[in-house]
C-alpha cells in the first residue's frame, strides 16, 4: 500500500527472522492473523522456511481442505495449511476460550462495518492511486491496484487478470477492506461509538499504517479510554505521516484529508453496531 509507514516496514522485516525451533512455513509469504480466519486482520507475516512455534489449534474456516488454525508464540493465527506440521490433525493442545479460538469476528447486522462508506472509499484510491500491474510503491514494497500489498510473487494470490482495470481495482480494494476492519474493530472496545465517517477514516489510517501499528497506537489507547473522538483524531492521526525514516508530503495530505472526513457530522452509526 502507498507510503506504508516505516514503522511496517520494520515489522515485516522482523517477521522475517526465523525462530529457534518449530514449524517451518511452507507458502512465500503467509499472513498470521488476530483470529482464526480470513476475515481478521494481518497481525504479521512470515516468509517460506520460517519456523514458527505453536502454542495451540483450533478449528476455522478450510484453506483448501484443512479446517485447523495454528496460533504460534507471536500470538496470531496462520492456517495450518501453510504449516509443515506433517498432518491435517492436532500435533498440540486445542485452543481455549480465552486464546480466542473459535470465537468468530463481528458481522455486518448487529456488527460493526467491515465495509466503509463511498467517502472512505474514494479517499483510499485516490491516495493509494491506480497501479494495473504489480510494481514496488515508493517505499519498495511490490502492490497493485488501489494500494493491495502483494502477499505472494507477482501478486498471485490475486484472482483478477492483470493488468486491472479499475473495476477490478476497485474490486479487490473491496475484497481488501474487510481484512482492516475486522482488526480495527477488534482493537477498541464497546464504548467507543463511531459514524460512518469516523469509521471510514480510521480504516483509511490502519489500510495505509497496517493493523500491528494501529493496534499498539495511541489514537487506538485514547479512544478507548473515552476521550473524545473529533480531538482524538485531529491530534493523533496527523503524527502518523513517516516512511523510510523521513516526512512525506503525501503522508502529510492524506491524514489531512482523513481528519477532515473523520470531523465530516453524519447520523449513521458504523461501530460497534452497523446502522
Known amino acids: 500500500m502507498k507510503f506504508t509507514s516505516f514503522a511496517v516496514c520494520a515489522l515485516i522485516a ?7 525451533s518449530g514449524y517451518a ?8 492473523r488476530s483470529g482464526p480466519g480470513t476475515s481478521y486482520g494481518v497481525v504479521k507475516t512470515y516468509k517460506k522456511d520460517q519456523n514458527v512455534s505453536i502454542t495451540c489449534q483450533t478449528a476455522g474456516p478450510s484453506v483448501n481442505g484443512d479446517t485447523l488454525w495454528d496460533k504460534t508464540s507471536d500470538g496470531c493465527y496462520v492456517a495450518d495449511y501453510y504449516v509443515s506440521t506433517g498432518t491435517n490433525g492436532y500435533v498440540t493442545e486445542k485452543c481455549g476460550s480465552s486464546g480466542g479460538g473459535s470465537t468468530p469476528p463481528p458481522s455486518n447486522g448487529g456488527g460493526y462495518c467491515k465495509i466503509v462508506n463511498q467517502a472512505g472509499l474514494n479517499l483510499i484510491s485516490n ?3 491506480f497501479v494495473a500491474s504489480p510494481k514496488p510503491d515508493p517505499i519498495g514494497l511490490p502492490t497493485v491496484g488501489y494500494g493491495h500489498l502483494c502477499q505472494q510473487k507477482n501478486c498471485a494470490e490475486v484472482k483478477y487478470k492483470f493488468p486491472l482495470t479499475k473495476a477490478t481495482a476497485q474490486q479487490l480494494l473491496n475484497d481488501d477492506i474487510p481484512k482492516y476492519s475486522s482488526c480495527l474493530a477488534s482493537y ?10 469516523q469509521w471510514a477514516a480510521l480504516v483509511s489510517w490502519v489500510f495505509n499504517n497496517g493493523c500491528g501499528n494501529a493496534k499498539s497506537s495511541t489514537l487506538v489507547k485514547r479512544l478507548n479510554n473515552g476521550e473524545n473522538p473529533n ?5 493523533e492521526l496527523p503524527k502518523w505521516r513517516m516512511a523510510g525514516g523521513r516526512v512525506m508530503q503525501g503522508l502529510v495530505n492524506r491524514r489531512a484529508d482523513e481528519v477532515r472526513l473523520f470531523k465530516t457530522a453524519s447520523s ?4 460497534p453496531s452497523c446502522q
Open 231 to 235: 480531538t482524538v483524531a485531529e491530534q
Open 25 to 32: 512455513i511452507k507458502g512465500d509469504v503467509v499472513n498470521c
Open 14 to 20: 522482523a517477521a522475517a527472522t526465523p525462530q529457534a
Open 188 to 197: 477498541l472496545n464497546s464504548r467507543v461509538k463511531l459514524n460512518d465517517n
Open 127 to 129: 491516495w493509494e492511486g
Open 268 to 271: 449513521k452509526q458504523a461501530y
